[in-house]
């Protein structure tokens, strides 16, 4: 069975970074089929893509973010992180990480596991 499990704190003041890692278990975050997403809902709004390393460490962000968008990985911890730089009170969401599964047979993703989410809020 997979599972992610975000963890981060809980408030960050407007400016500063805001620093998410998601734990995986039961897969390896190298294996040859996985990107590793981040997505966001802020309150009363839907989801947000927000990024995602894939399975060699490459990185691919949502334009609306990618100034202030980073992140890695630990594979010896199966972990990958997030970096939000420079925050403000609208990036106060819940916060989720995912599993998106390419299966190359027919280049079908399905984002198939998830994390219970960690809220995230802005503010002074």
């Known amino acids: 069975q997979v599972q992610l499990q975000e963890s981060g704190p809980g408030l960050v003041k407007p400016s500063q970074t805001l620093s998410l890692t998601c734990t995986v278990s039961g897969d390896s975050i190298t294996a040859h089929y996985g990107y590793w997403s981040w997505i966001r809902q802020p309150p009363g709004k839907g989801l947000e893509w927000i990024g995602y390393i894939d399975y060699l460490g490459s990185t691919k962000y949502s334009p609306s973010l990618k100034s202030r968008t980073s992140g890695s990985r630990d594979t010896s911890k199966n972990q990958f992180t997030l970096q939000l730089s420079s925050v403000t009170p609208e990036d106060t969401a819940v916060y989720y990480c995912?599993?998106?599964?390419?299966?190359?047979?027919?280049?079908?993703?399905?984002?198939?596991?998830w994390g219970q989410g960690t809220q995230v809020t802005v503010s002074s």
């Open positions: 995912a599993r998106l599964k390419v299966q190359w047979s027919d280049w079908t993703f399905l984002y198939d596991y």
